[in-house]
T-cell receptor, first 109, second 113 residues
Framework: GQNIDQPTEMTATEGAIVQINCTYQ??????LFWYQQHAGEAPTFLSY????GLEEKGRFSSFLSRSKGYSYLLLKELQMKDSASYLC??????????FGGGTRLMVKP | DVKVTQSSRYLVKRTGEKVFLECVQD?????MFWYRQDPGLGLRLIYF???????EKGDIPEGYSVSREKKERFSLILESASTNQTSMYLC????????????FGPGTRLLVL
């Protein structure tokens, strides 16, 4: 079975740094994805990790530890437009993704 | 740019009606997916298809069926809509390799009365 946990809501201040954690227990592992979803819109791809370590992409970074079943998304220099839900998704066999419940991030001035 | 379109943004149906949700992608992607998204439950996979006329059950296929007669089009069918199928339905597509990003359509918000 699959179990993916992430916090339901987080609040942070504009200009700050926020870390969104994701823990998972899955049968089979083919990488971990992070998606961003603004209210009323489609999810859009942010990052993909399949090896342990940190992947940096501008203001966003994603970290993976396969042995711990743990990932985080790090957002730096927060902007108001970063207010959105952030979805952690784990790939298993057969091209399937299992999503966590999503973390709703509110950025305040 | 990859474009995934869905036939309706909002849909209201009555219990027992047959409902068709259509999804079209224009990037020649092999894989197509149907999810539903509910508050607190996240996205859950209903069905996916990795080729024309091929389909695989996802995590919650009960009450749904799918059709993929052409590569670019993937349809989700609710044979007899029920109120517990009120949800946001999202279609996605991707290239063949698993590591490829899934591109999502704008979603169809379905209300079953």
């Amino acid at each position: 079975g699959q179990n993916i946990d992430q916090p339901t809501e987080m609040t942070a201040t504009e200009g700050a740094i926020v870390q969104i954690n994701c823990t998972y227990q899955t049968s089979g592992f083919n990488g971990l994805f992070w998606y961003q979803q603004h209210a009323g819109e489609a999810p859009t791809f942010l990052s993909y990790n399949v090896l342990d370590g940190l992947e940096e992409k501008g203001r966003f970074s994603s970290f993976l530890s396969r042995s711990k079943g743990y990932s985080y998304l790090l957002l730096k220099e927060l902007q108001m437009k970063d207010s959105a839900s952030y979805l952690c998704a784990v790939g298993n066999a057969g091209n399937m993704l299992t999503f966590g419940g999503g973390t709703r991030l509110m950025v305040k001035p | 740019d990859v474009k995934v379109t869905q036939s309706s943004r909002y849909l209201v149906k009555r219990t027992g009606e047959k409902v068709f949700l259509e999804c079209v992608q224009d990037m020649d992607h092999e894989n197509m997916f149907w999810y539903r998204q509910d508050p607190g439950l996240g996205l859950r996979l209903i069905y996916f298809s990795y080729d024309v006329k091929m389909k695989e059950k996802g995590d919650i296929p009960e009450g749904y069926s799918v059709s993929r007669e052409k590569k670019e089009r993937f349809s989700l069918i609710l044979e007899s809509a029920s109120t517990n199928q009120t949800s946001m339905y999202l279609c996605a597509s991707s290239l063949e390799d698993f590591q490829e990003t899934q591109y999502f359509g704008p979603g169809t918000r379905l209300l079953v009365l």
